[in-house]
């Protein structure tokens, strides 16, 4: 990971926070004018609260103590009957974080660690990694996915299937939606979306990353071509312009590797690839989806069994056919 980057995150990040505590603190003074009685309230609390602390260093007595949670528990209930009366959230005077996760600090506290929240290992990933990859797909999601761009006619001697586009778009829709759904199932499986250009591949993909970034997961979408590249530039490059993209790609909550099948491939590639496809299936919770204009057979073609035989155990394997939609936009 490159040192700057993260360095000037999280200035940002820092920035972030303490925009957002200002804001709150200003909240609070519009508040206080408004509606001292609220001031006063709050400063019974903080003073109480203070006593509270003391007597607890004092070992003061059970009932000091209890009588002053009652009233602390009162001066709340006063606050919050206002705060109602208002039509104002209890919340209202509290800091908006961008994320309510790390509360804009960027790292979080899990088994008595401080380690990087997902939200800043995502902008390390976007910068570093996806690039252009996942930039601008905010309106690519299943709000704008238009099933009538697929025909609804019948053409199974052209498509070798008894259904018809459309109805096939709609199963592979559902399927992504449930996928999206039960992503931390253990169960389920990972996805390879199969098929020509123009049939809407990269755009489900797309569907599926807007939701999950909005679940908090981590993303990685990297072409097979450029990520074979990275991978092979990081095995030879010296350790301090090392990228670390291996460790990245085996961690990510969901990796999409979209072109399978254009990359041209050798025996060292190959066993990069193989290393991040069959790494990854040895974590349940974690997942992939790969894209490609292979077909079952194609896929066999192009990788030996080893690797094929993964894509077939343990993916769910999804067939676009059709006209090109880009033509019908």
């Known amino acids: ?52 602390a003391k007597s607890i260093l004092k070992n003061n007595s059970e009932n000091t103590l209890a009588n002053l949670k009652e009233q602390i528990n009162s001066l709340k209930k006063e606050k919050n009957r206002i705060l109602k009366s208002l039509n104002i959230p209890e919340n209202y005077l509290l800091p908006k974080y961008d994320c309510e996760i790390c509360k804009d600090t960027g790292y979080i506290f899990e088994n008595g660690k401080s380690v990087m929240c997902n939200c800043l290992k995502q902008k390390i990933y976007n910068l570093e990694y996806n690039k252009k990859n996942i930039n601008n797909i905010e309106n690519q999601n299943f709000e704008n996915f238009n099933i009538n761009l ?5 053409d199974e001697k052209r498509y070798n299937s008894p259904i018809s586009p459309r109805e096939n778009i709609i199963d592979i829709k559902n399927a992504a939606q449930n996928f999206i759904l039960n992503f931390e199932n253990s169960e389920t499986k990972n996805l390879i979306f199969s098929g020509g250009t123009g049939l809407g591949k990269t755009f489900l993909s797309n569907c599926i990353v807007n939701e999950l ?58 066993t990069e690839l193989y290393k991040i496809i069959n790494t ?50």
């Open 1 to 52: 990971m490159n040192n700057s980057i993260l360095k000037d995150l999280l200035k940002e990040y820092e920035q972030k926070r303490l925009n957002n505590i200002r804001d709150a603190e200003n909240r609070k003074k519009d508040l206080y004018l408004s509606n001292p009685k609220l001031q006063e309230i709050d400063d019974k609390l903080n003073s109480i609260s203070i006593n509270a």
């Open 213 to 270: 970034l909005k679940k908090d997961k981590t993303i990685m979408y990297q072409t097979a071509p450029v990520m074979l590249d990275n991978l092979i530039s990081d095995l030879f490059a010296k350790p301090e312009n090392q990228t670390g993209i291996s460790k990245n790609l085996l961690s990510a909550d969901l990796l999409v590797i979209d072109d399978l099948g254009t990359e041209t491939m050798n025996s060292m590639k190959f």
């Open 150 to 154: 697929f025909s609804d006619k019948v």
């Open 280 to 329: 990854r299936l040895l974590n349940a919770k974690i997942k992939t989806i790969i894209s490609t204009n292979l077909d079952l057979k194609g896929l066999f073609q192009t990788y030996d069994e080893r690797l094929a035989s993964r894509f077939i155990g343990y993916y769910d394997i999804y067939r676009f056919y059709g006209e090109d939609i880009r033509l019908k936009k």
